[in-house]
């Protein structure tokens, strides 16, 4: 009885309301404007579903700490352990700590079309980092790793930029990756440095 009374007091105000609306003169042309800027909007929003979806363009959801204070005793951010490290069932991950005003290590080879995945720590405070025409921008939080996945669908040298202001250096901190032709590249754990030099 009680639900009655409110669902026709509802059907009451939603049957107004309709009516209000209606009663709204709405300009032809603006009109016209308004549907199109809901089929922008609607645009925007299939492109970044699409790019979610199929293409993995997502912010970096995951959160996980890590003391920054001590990088350097963390088995994982160890300065060994940075830079590119193949596991044997071929996945490549690049570990990369920011720090003002640089990105370490200062330079890797990376293969082209291939699947990579970076995970970068600072050392210090908050840095971003930006890989112009690739997938590549996320903040560097202190005390969080940031990962994220990316393919370099052609060869050459990328710029890799620091896109937070992280102090008077910032302008300067940048580094740079080599993306190699895949049948070019050499794993760096299978093929030891020494003796291959040309
Ligand atoms: Cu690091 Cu700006």
């Not at 996945?91 to 720090?99: D, E, S």
Request: a negative charge; proline letters at 6%; hydrophobic letters at 40%.
């Amino acid at each position: 009885m009680n639900t009655d009374a409110l669902k026709s007091k509802y059907e009451k105000l939603w049957r107004d309301t309709c009516e209000k609306v209606h009663a709204i003169h709405v300009d032809p042309l603006e009109r016209k404007w308004i549907a199109i800027s809901l089929l922008v909007i609607a645009l925007l929003v299939t492109i970044i579903t699409i790019d979610a979806l199929f293409h993995g363009i997502n912010p970096p959801s995951k959160v996980e700490t890590i003391d920054s204070a001590s990088l350097h005793l963390n088995k994982e951010f160890a300065e060994e352990n940075l830079g590119v490290q193949v596991d044997d069932k071929g996945n490549i991950t690049i570990r990369m700590v920011a720090g003002r005003y640089s990105f370490f290590p200062k330079h890797i080879d990376v293969p082209a079309e291939t699947k990579l995945t970076f995970r970068w720590v600072s050392m210090d405070v908050l840095h971003g980092v930006h890989i112009p025409m690739t997938n590549m921008s996320t903040m560097i939080v202190p005390g969080y790793v940031a990962e994220v996945t990316t393919t370099f669908p052609k060869p050459g040298e990328y710029p890799i930029l620091c896109n937070e202001y992280c102090g008077l250096g910032h302008n300067h901190m940048w580094s740079n990756i080599s993306v190699i032709a895949k049948e070019d590249w050499k794993s760096p754990l299978k093929t030891p440095a020494t003796g291959d030099k040309q």
